[in-house]
């Protein structure tokens, strides 16, 4: 069995029975945190509505692929989210609650939002979720009347911050391309899932801000932190995440397939290619952080750069198809397919390693419920490419 098809059957037999049988919490609604190393919740006291809309993301594509098993736990999930993490004085949704659903960190979060849109998307699609799309409308028009920045010196949309108080005062924090990143995502999903070319629209802004102010077309690096003028910051500004490349590289290409801009595709390419090139360590891992130039800054790994290495090989494969490129991104697809069986998952119970060290030993084995996000997503796109 090629490595990629044992990922596959990995994700949709084990991952997702433990997406809705043990990340969702049948006495309180929604889903856990995090499990432990055995399998059981942690008692951490809080939901993020990140980690919400992340498990009701998998297991609403499920349904959408044919597998309905946890369509009622999306379902609890949509519910617990709705009417726990949403604003109804201020808009927006909550960052934090309490394991019940009460109120915990009332905050406004940039890369919370942009999942909670993502999900809503999902939900929609997947089972006609009640109000996903104006709810989905709703937080959009907040996020870009209370996080906006100002405009690029061309007029160009300047992004957003990274986030605000419970009255939506913008707290000053270093701006990361990372939420805007998943901002885009999110607007692809609505594009798609509703056919109304505004989302399309709105996902184009992000992608030149992404020209214009994350990219250095010097190095093919994607830059990480910021300034609020966007600059880079003066700590961490020469941060490169390999991970990071592999998906921007995968959502460019995602974003001309549904009529977007094609003059993004060499910068897609250019992305990839850097990452490939300066982010693999010699065990097959793929490093946290590297600067411009390729020079590892921090060695420690996490399982999700592998699986956004997969997404982007598989876009790769298929655009040059038929080519030593497209041959070897499809090699690569599989060689990482193995990589992840081999170092991080537990193909048995569902289980992986969350992080690892230097040496590629585990840091980390508890379960967070972030996680099932990065990792049935590239499946799925690994599947649809079988």
Same mark, same amino acid.
């Given at each position: 069995? $090629? $490595?990629?098809?044992?990922?596959?059957?990995?994700?949709?037999?084990?991952?997702?029975?433990?997406?809705?049988? /043990?990340?969702?919490?049948?006495?309180?609604? @929604?889903?856990?945190?995090?499990?432990?190393?055995?399998?059981?919740?942690?008692?951490?006291? &809080? %939901? =993020?509505?990140?980690?919400?809309?992340?498990?009701?993301?998998?297991?609403? !594509?499920?349904?959408?692929?044919?597998?309905?098993?946890?369509?009622?736990?999306?379902?609890?999930?949509?519910?617990?989210?709705?009417?726990?993490?949403?604003?109804?004085? #201020?808009?927006?949704?909550?960052?934090?609650?309490?394991?019940?659903?009460? +109120?915990?960190?009332?905050? %406004?979060?940039? &890369?919370?939002?942009?999942?909670?849109?993502?999900?809503?998307?999902?939900?929609?699609?997947?089972?006609?979720?009640?109000?996903?799309?104006?709810?989905?409308?709703?937080?959009?028009?907040?996020?870009?009347? =209370?996080?906006?920045?100002?405009?690029?010196?061309?007029?160009?949309? @300047? @992004?957003?911050?990274?986030?605000?108080?419970?009255?939506?005062?913008?707290?000053?924090?270093?701006?990361?391309?990372?939420? !805007?990143?998943?901002?885009? *995502?999110?607007?692809?999903?609505?594009?798609?899932?509703?056919?109304?070319?505004?989302?399309?629209?709105?996902?184009?802004?992000?992608?030149?801000?992404?020209?214009?102010?994350?990219?250095?077309?010097?190095?093919?690096?994607?830059?990480?932190?910021?300034?609020?003028?966007?600059?880079?910051?003066?700590?961490?500004?020469?941060?490169?995440?390999?991970?990071?490349?592999? *998906?921007?590289?995968?959502?460019?290409?995602?974003?001309?397939?549904?009529?977007?801009?094609?003059?993004?595709?060499?910068?897609?390419?250019?992305?990839?290619? %850097?990452?490939?090139?300066?982010?693999?360590? +010699?065990?097959?891992?793929?490093?946290?952080?590297?600067? $411009?130039?390729?020079?590892?800054?921090? =060695?420690? /790994?996490?399982?999700?750069?592998?699986? *956004?290495?997969?997404?982007?090989?598989?876009?790769?494969?298929?655009? #040059?198809?038929?080519? +030593?490129? @497209?041959?070897?991104?499809?090699?690569?697809?599989?060689?990482?397919?193995? #990589?992840?069986?081999?170092?991080?998952?537990?193909?048995?119970?569902?289980?992986?390693?969350?992080?690892?060290? *230097?040496?590629? %030993?585990?840091?980390?084995?508890?379960? +967070?419920?972030?996680?099932?996000?990065?990792?049935?997503?590239?499946?799925?796109?690994?599947?649809?490419?079988?």
């Amino acid at each position: 069995m $090629p $490595p990629s098809t044992a990922f596959t059957r990995y994700a949709f037999d084990r991952l997702l029975p433990l997406c809705h049988q /043990r990340f969702a919490d049948t006495t309180h609604g @929604g889903f856990y945190e995090r499990l432990d190393a055995a399998g059981r919740p942690l008692p951490l006291g &809080y %939901k =993020r509505s990140m980690v919400q809309a992340r498990q009701l993301y998998v297991l609403a !594509h499920a349904a959408l692929l044919g597998d309905s098993a946890g369509l009622a736990a999306a379902e609890r999930g949509y519910d617990f989210l709705v009417r726990h993490f949403w604003d109804d004085r #201020h808009g927006g949704w909550f960052f934090k609650a309490q394991s019940d659903g009460q +109120p915990l960190d009332p905050s %406004k979060d940039f &890369y919370g939002h942009a999942f909670v849109m993502f999900g809503l998307a999902y939900a929609h699609a997947a089972f006609a979720a009640p109000n996903a799309v104006t709810l989905a409308q709703e937080t959009w028009s907040v996020m870009r009347q =209370r996080l906006a920045m100002p405009a690029l010196a061309d007029g160009g949309w @300047g @992004g957003l911050a990274e986030s605000a108080s419970a009255e939506w005062t913008l707290n000053g924090a270093t701006r990361r391309q990372n939420p !805007h990143m998943h901002l885009l *995502e999110a607007l692809l999903a609505l594009h798609e899932f509703t056919g109304d070319a505004t989302w399309l629209s709105e996902a184009t802004a992000v992608v030149h801000l992404f020209r214009n102010r994350f990219y250095s077309a010097t190095t093919q690096t994607l830059g990480e932190f910021f300034t609020q003028d966007w600059q880079p910051a003066p700590a961490t500004g020469h941060i490169v995440e390999p991970g990071h490349h592999f *998906e921007w590289a995968w959502l460019l290409d995602r974003y001309v397939r549904q009529g977007g801009e094609a003059t993004v595709l060499p910068l897609a390419d250019a992305l990839f290619a %850097k990452a490939v090139a300066h982010g693999f360590l +010699p065990d097959g891992g793929i490093m946290d952080q590297m600067d $411009p130039m390729g020079t590892p800054v921090q =060695r420690t /790994r996490r399982i999700w750069p592998v699986a *956004e290495a997969i997404k982007a090989a598989l876009s790769q494969a298929r655009r #040059h198809r038929g080519t +030593p490129a @497209g041959d070897a991104a499809d090699a690569m697809v599989q060689r990482l397919a193995l #990589h992840l069986q081999t170092a991080f998952l537990d193909m048995d119970t569902g289980h992986w390693i969350e992080t690892q060290d *230097e040496a590629g %030993k585990p840091s980390m084995r508890d379960l +967070p419920g972030s996680t099932p996000y990065h990792l049935f997503l590239a499946a799925a796109e690994a599947a649809h490419r079988g």
